[in-house]
């Protein structure tokens, strides 16, 4: 079951290095088990097979926790996800195990990419996706 999902237009389909989209979401059940999806649109021009993304996440009164993820968005075959003309989606779970969010509240996941190409052309939205694990 879906808890959230948004995605960010990325301005001139080039990510720049200080364009830091934030999605922020309330959780209510703290019992519950979450898995947590980040999805890339990207068109058949961007120039690699993956993604480095640096995400930041905010807990209701906790610190900020930070994580490089280095998001395979090509196999040898070609691009992965779902394909229509010359754009490609890809959601990619980020949580290895289901999470439990322990307190209820605002949480906040702010993304930037941390590739070598500054902005990086062909990426033209980024989001996130939170849904209750099975």
Do not use: C
């Not at 001139?12 to 898995?35: M, R, V």
């Not at 990619?92 to 052309?121: C, N």
């Amino acid at each position: 079951m879906e808890l959230y999902q948004r995605l960010e237009n990325i301005p001139g389909a080039a990510w720049k290095g200080d364009y830091k989209p934030t999605f922020t979401f309330n959780i209510t059940d703290t019992a519950s088990l979450y898995d947590v999806y980040i999805t890339v649109r990207h068109t058949n021009s961007y120039g690699h097979n993956n993604i480095w993304i640096e995400s930041a996440l905010q807990l209701p009164g906790d610190s900020l926790i930070t994580q490089k993820l280095d998001l395979t968005l090509a196999s040898p075959e070609g691009w992965m996800g779902i394909g229509m003309d010359d754009i490609f989606e890809r959601s990619i779970k980020v949580t290895t195990t289901p999470q439990q969010f322990k307190k209820s509240g605002s949480i906040s996941f702010t993304l930037s990419q941390a590739m070598r190409q500054d902005p990086l052309p062909g990426i033209m939205q980024v989001g996130v996706r939170v849904e209750k694990a099975n």
